[in-house]
C-alpha cells in the first residue's frame, strides 16, 4: 500500500519537498520514507508505475482469486 501511496503522491504532487514526520507520528513515516525514496522521478514516470502495479495486482487477483491474493485461501 505504501508503494500506492507513493506513487500517487509522486504524480500528483511532486518530488518530496516536506520535512519528515516525527517521532511520534509513524504512519507518517512510513509514508514519508516511501514517497522521499522515489526521488527526483517525474510526475508521468509515478503515474505509469502505479498503473503497472495496479496491473500486477490485477492479475494475481484474476489467476489467484481475492482471497488468495488478500491472504485468506
Do not use: F, L
Given at each position: 500500500m505504501l508503494r500506492f501511496y507513493s506513487y500517487y503522491k509522486q504524480a500528483t504532487v511532486g518530488s518530496c519537498e516536506i520535512p519528515r514526520p516525527g517521532f511520534w507520528?509513524?504512519?507518517?513515516?512510513?509514508?514519508?520514507?516511501?514517497?522521499?525514496?522515489l526521488g527526483k522521478?517525474?510526475?508521468?514516470?509515478?503515474?505509469?508505475?502505479?498503473?503497472?502495479?495496479?496491473?500486477?495486482?490485477?492479475?494475481?487477483?484474476?489467476?489467484?482469486?481475492?482471497?488468495r491474493v488478500a491472504g485468506l485461501g
Open positions: 507520528d509513524p504512519i507518517g513515516r512510513y509514508k514519508w520514507d516511501a514517497w522521499n525514496r522521478m517525474s510526475r508521468e514516470e509515478a503515474m505509469a508505475a502505479y498503473i503497472s502495479e495496479m496491473k500486477k495486482i490485477a492479475q494475481k487477483v484474476q489467476t489467484w482469486g481475492i482471497g
